[in-house]
């Protein structure tokens, strides 16, 4: 749909991006920004940034950034106005009834063609269950793993026949044309024809919140390989951002959910009354699962399978789950393998038992760890002390920790006084100040290292220095880096472009003067008279600037609105979400750096009049360009 500018910028102004970004991140406010664990990739220290003075957000990380309406459309799969909507009925404002751009309609037609197709695929592999050629999916469903007809009903549990392009020719029949077809992952179409993706397969459909179906797992009958196979990502499907039985688990009466590994664990715990299990879909649990969960509960037991993969599984679960503020706790099920072959051995009332006594996921992992030593033999029962010494550092607040240490001492025989001991002086030897815990420490590093740019007014971005990832100057002396190899393209998984280094230095230095005017709009005041819109030659940042000037001169500088502008393009969009998210207001404190303020002016100066002069179309022009270039060398700008 269109809708008028003030009525997308009424509904952004009444959704605080830091209010609306808290219900899918656990952000801390670090000097005038929050930061957390961004949930478009996986990290283990915080990169993603929220500036509640811009209404931004970016990843240094992956690059990832927008305003509230594209978090909505990146995190949920919303289209524009879907995303829109959601925040309008959020701020109760009433969207008027308008119609749909043509970008807008081919997009959400697009999306609803991928969920017809998904619907009636679902559809057909499950009329197939119920056929003579399902009989053999059939049977492994309901007699191998005891799943009733009920069961396989309310999950919509198909069948794909041996034939494979079976489902190929049933929705060529429908009317989806191939190139249409290739963008479900449902087939793969060759020269030589169609290819089911699914076929000789018990099929589970994957749905997202609201039932929807939005992709597809299958178990191969037999000795096939894989074992199982998921559809690939799509626009509708994401395994690392949804959960298989989260549209069920999500309605139920407990305030826990329960984690398992597999699909038929799900099916199984809900069948016998457990309708709060999950599981992550084929992939290890990332944070992004985490971000997901943590809006329907604070507390989640882990029911992987007992053994040495089921172990590690929950070691890296734990972690992840830690940081976006859950509560962990971790479910024994010895002697048997999983919650499927526990509940048919043990019964329901067992299993319930067993969630009772589920064990806290500190305490498991100390039991985890203590597995690695033989504490018969001195030497390694001292390296257990330390490990696990080195284990409750992670703990900052000084009473939880005294807690653990109170727990540990208790389970592991370990005199109170001595692990305590043990435990501050190894604090004192890794400098960790009070309050800090050893997890924070190393966090902080990684993270300064990474460029916490609103406290150190440093920039750095996926490792590097502020030359190299926002067009900041990684000499010490503040200079152009004409030298420095060239800047490629942005976003997870890009590969470096390399440009001509001149280029490069001319590149960056526009963008970080718009940077820079951005973050400090007295610095307009500066260059008045000497650099304006037209300098920046490059055609995005020429853009950019265009609107930053003239939204200067009028007092209604607004960058979320410019950003919107770009939203179609996503490299554009990247690129300037950069501009407007690098926080730079410490960066000019010192001489080095106005100095480099100084030259970066120049620097862009300089390349628009030998950009002019090239494009001279007169004597009278070029001799104006050579007048202005000889003024230029008497240039000498003062930020004090």
């Not at 690098?582 to 106005?594: I, T, Y």
């Not at 620097?603 to 090239?614: E, F, I, M, P, Y």
Request: glycine share 8%; net charge neutral; hydrophobic share 35%.
């Amino acid at each position: 749909m269109y809708y008028p500018d003030e009525v997308i910028e009424e509904v952004r102004m009444k959704n605080d991006i830091v209010d609306v970004i808290s219900g899918y991140v656990k952000l801390q406010k670090k000097g005038a920004s929050y930061f957390g664990l961004c949930p478009f990739h996986n990290e283990k220290s915080p990169s993603f940034s929220v500036s509640p003075g811009k209404q931004m957000y970016y990843c240094f990380g992956c690059g990832a950034g927008g305003n509230v309406i594209t978090f909505l459309m990146e995190y949920e799969n919303y289209t524009f106005p879907e995303a829109l909507q959601s925040l309008a009925d959020r701020a109760g404002v009433n969207l008027p009834k308008m119609e749909y751009s043509k970008e807008a309609r081919e997009q959400a037609d697009f999306k609803a063609r991928l969920l017809e197709a998904n619907k009636l695929a679902a559809n057909y592999f499950y009329y197939q269950l119920k056929q003579p050629q399902g009989q053999l999916g059939y049977q492994y469903l309901h007699d191998k793993r005891g799943l009733k007809d009920e069961t396989i009903r309310h999950f919509g549990l198909g069948y794909a026949n041996k034939t494979s392009d079976d489902l190929y020719r049933y929705l060529k029949e429908k009317g989806y044309e191939d190139s249409f077809l290739k963008e479900t992952g449902l087939v793969t179409v060759e020269e030589r024809g169609g290819r089911d993706k699914f076929w000789n397969r018990v099929v589970f459909p994957i749905m997202d919140v609201n039932n929807r179906v939005i992709g597809f797992g299958g178990r191969v009958m037999g000795d096939g390989e894989p074992k199982y196979l998921n559809s690939p990502e799509t626009k509708l499907f994401d395994k690392s951002r949804n959960l298989y039985g989260l549209n069920y688990a999500r309605t139920s009466r407990e305030k826990f959910f329960l984690i398992c590994e597999g699909y038929l664990d799900v099916i199984s715990l809900h069948q016998a009354g457990f309708t709060n299990a999950v599981a992550s879909l084929g992939t290890a649990f990332t944070v992004q699962h985490a971000n997901v969960l943590k809006r329907y509960t604070d507390q989640v037991i882990l029911t992987y399978d007992s053994d040495g993969a089921g172990v590690k599984a929950a070691l890296r679960a734990i972690p992840i789950l830690k940081e976006v503020g859950m509560s962990i706790k971790v479910l024994n099920m010895r002697p048997y393998k999983d919650p499927d072959e526990f509940i048919k051995n043990m019964g329901a009332e067992a299993f319930r038992e067993r969630i009772g006594e589920a064990r806290n996921s500190f305490m498991f992992e100390v039991d985890v760890l203590k597995k690695d030593y033989q504490l018969e033999d001195p030497e390694q029962k001292t390296k257990f002390y330390l490990e696990t010494a080195k284990m409750l550092l992670r703990f900052g607040e000084p009473l939880e920790r005294d807690n653990y240490i109170q727990a540990v001492s208790r389970e592991h025989m370990i005199p109170y006084e001595e692990l305590r001991q043990l435990v501050n002086r190894l604090g004192m030897t890794m400098g960790l100040k009070a309050g800090e815990s050893y997890s924070k420490q190393a966090a902080g590093r990684t993270n300064r290292q990474a460029g916490a740019y609103s406290e150190r007014g440093e920039a750095a971005s996926r490792g590097q220095s502020a030359g190299n990832a926002q067009g900041g100057y990684a000499q010490e002396s503040g200079g152009p880096p004409d030298s420095q190899e060239g800047y490629g393209a942005r976003g997870t998984g890009a590969k470096r472009e390399k440009r001509p280094a001149k280029e490069d230095g001319i590149r960056k230095s526009q963008r970080l003067l718009l940077t820079w005017l951005i973050e400090n709009p007295e610095l307009f005041d500066k260059i008045d008279g000497i650099i304006t819109a037209d300098d920046f030659v490059e055609d995005l940042y020429h853009q950019v600037a265009d609107e930053v000037f003239r939204g200067h001169a009028a007092g209604t500088l607004n960058p979320a609105a410019i950003l919107s502008r770009y939203i179609n393009d996503e490299d554009q969009y990247k690129e300037v979400a950069a501009l407007f998210n690098a926080s730079l207001s410490d960066s000019l404190s010192n001489e080095e750096q106005k100095k480099a303020f100084s030259e970066t002016v120049y620097k862009v100066r300089k390349n628009s009049l030998d950009t002019a002069s090239k494009n001279a179309k007169d004597i009278a022009g070029l001799q104006e360009i050579i007048r202005q270039q000889a003024a230029l060398k008497q240039l000498r700008i003062t930020l004090d």
